[in-house]
Protein backbone atom coordinates (compact mmCIF):
# COMPACT_ATOMS: atom_id res chain seq x y z
CA UNK A 1 0.00 0.00 0.00
CA UNK A 2 0.95 3.36 -0.92
CA UNK A 3 1.52 5.80 1.97
CA UNK A 4 3.07 9.49 2.29
CA UNK A 5 3.24 11.38 5.53
CA UNK A 6 4.35 14.51 6.06
CA UNK A 7 5.63 16.26 9.39
CA UNK A 8 7.37 19.25 10.23
CA UNK A 9 4.29 21.78 10.05
CA UNK A 10 3.59 24.36 12.97
CA UNK A 11 3.31 28.22 13.27
CA UNK A 12 6.40 29.94 13.33
CA UNK A 13 7.24 33.45 12.95
CA UNK A 14 7.90 35.57 10.35
CA UNK A 15 12.11 34.66 9.20
CA UNK A 16 11.94 31.84 11.12
CA UNK A 17 12.84 28.00 9.76
CA UNK A 18 11.11 24.99 9.57
CA UNK A 19 11.87 21.39 7.74
CA UNK A 20 8.87 19.43 6.72
CA UNK A 21 9.79 15.71 6.10
CA UNK A 22 7.62 13.52 3.74
CA UNK A 23 8.04 9.20 4.91
CA UNK A 24 7.00 7.49 2.27
CA UNK A 25 6.18 3.70 1.36
CA UNK A 26 5.11 0.96 -0.83
CA UNK A 27 6.92 2.00 -4.11
CA UNK A 28 10.38 2.41 -5.43
CA UNK A 29 10.80 5.68 -4.14
CA UNK A 30 14.24 5.97 -5.65
CA UNK A 31 12.87 5.61 -9.08
CA UNK A 32 10.86 9.31 -9.05
CA UNK A 33 11.11 12.44 -8.90
CA UNK A 34 9.65 14.20 -5.55
CA UNK A 35 7.54 16.95 -5.81
CA UNK A 36 6.48 19.38 -2.81
CA UNK A 37 3.35 21.53 -3.48
CA UNK A 38 1.42 23.92 -1.24
CA UNK A 39 -2.12 25.11 -1.20
CA UNK A 40 -3.86 27.91 0.57
CA UNK A 41 -7.56 28.75 0.23
CA UNK A 42 -6.89 32.23 -1.32
CA UNK A 43 -4.16 30.67 -3.79
CA UNK A 44 -4.03 28.17 -6.58
CA UNK A 45 -2.29 25.24 -5.90
CA UNK A 46 1.38 26.05 -6.37
CA UNK A 47 4.48 23.57 -6.92
CA UNK A 48 7.05 24.37 -4.39
CA UNK A 49 10.02 22.90 -5.34
CA UNK A 50 11.03 19.69 -7.11
CA UNK A 51 13.89 17.09 -6.86
CA UNK A 52 14.57 13.95 -9.29
CA UNK A 53 15.14 10.63 -8.30
CA UNK A 54 19.18 10.69 -7.36
CA UNK A 55 18.88 14.18 -6.15
CA UNK A 56 21.11 15.38 -9.22
CA UNK A 57 18.66 18.04 -10.12
CA UNK A 58 16.10 20.58 -8.51
CA UNK A 59 13.85 23.47 -9.45
CA UNK A 60 11.97 25.76 -7.64
CA UNK A 61 9.05 28.35 -7.73
CA UNK A 62 10.45 31.58 -8.22
CA UNK A 63 8.70 32.87 -4.85
CA UNK A 64 10.67 30.38 -2.75
CA UNK A 65 14.32 30.41 -4.75
CA UNK A 66 16.89 31.20 -1.80
CA UNK A 67 14.78 30.46 1.16
CA UNK A 68 13.82 26.35 0.50
CA UNK A 69 15.87 23.70 -0.29
CA UNK A 70 14.50 20.35 -1.53
CA UNK A 71 16.55 16.85 -0.69
CA UNK A 72 16.09 13.76 -0.31
CA UNK A 73 17.01 10.50 1.88
CA UNK A 74 16.59 7.28 -0.92
CA UNK A 75 17.96 4.88 1.88
CA UNK A 76 14.98 6.65 3.95
CA UNK A 77 12.29 6.51 1.48
CA UNK A 78 12.11 10.28 2.79
CA UNK A 79 11.71 13.77 1.27
CA UNK A 80 12.56 17.01 2.99
CA UNK A 81 11.86 20.64 2.72
CA UNK A 82 13.94 22.95 4.67
CA UNK A 83 12.25 26.28 4.84
CA UNK A 84 13.87 29.45 5.76
CA UNK A 85 13.20 33.23 6.43
CA UNK A 86 9.75 32.16 6.10
CA UNK A 87 6.91 34.97 5.16
CA UNK A 88 3.35 35.50 5.79
CA UNK A 89 2.57 34.71 1.93
CA UNK A 90 4.37 31.10 2.54
CA UNK A 91 1.56 30.55 5.02
CA UNK A 92 0.02 27.09 3.26
CA UNK A 93 -1.05 23.61 3.51
CA UNK A 94 2.37 21.59 2.28
CA UNK A 95 2.65 18.49 1.36
CA UNK A 96 4.19 15.33 -1.09
CA UNK A 97 3.27 14.49 -4.20
CA UNK A 98 4.59 11.42 -7.16
CA UNK A 99 3.36 11.90 -10.15
CA UNK A 100 1.59 8.81 -11.16
CA UNK A 101 1.75 6.90 -7.40
CA UNK A 102 -0.18 9.47 -4.77
CA UNK A 103 0.04 12.34 -2.91
CA UNK A 104 -0.02 12.70 1.20
CA UNK A 105 -2.13 14.45 3.43
CA UNK A 106 -0.26 17.76 4.17
CA UNK A 107 1.25 19.49 7.11
CA UNK A 108 -0.24 23.00 7.86
CA UNK A 109 2.40 25.89 7.54
CA UNK A 110 1.34 28.97 9.10
CA UNK A 111 3.77 32.12 9.14
CA UNK A 112 2.32 34.49 11.66
CA UNK A 113 3.63 36.99 14.11
Known amino acids: QVQFVESGGGLVQPGGSLRLSCVTS????????INWYRQSPQKERELVAAIASFGDNTIYADSVKGRFTISRDNAKSTAYLQMDNLKPEDTAVYYCDVARVGRGQGTQVTVSS
Open 26 to 33: GFTFSSYA
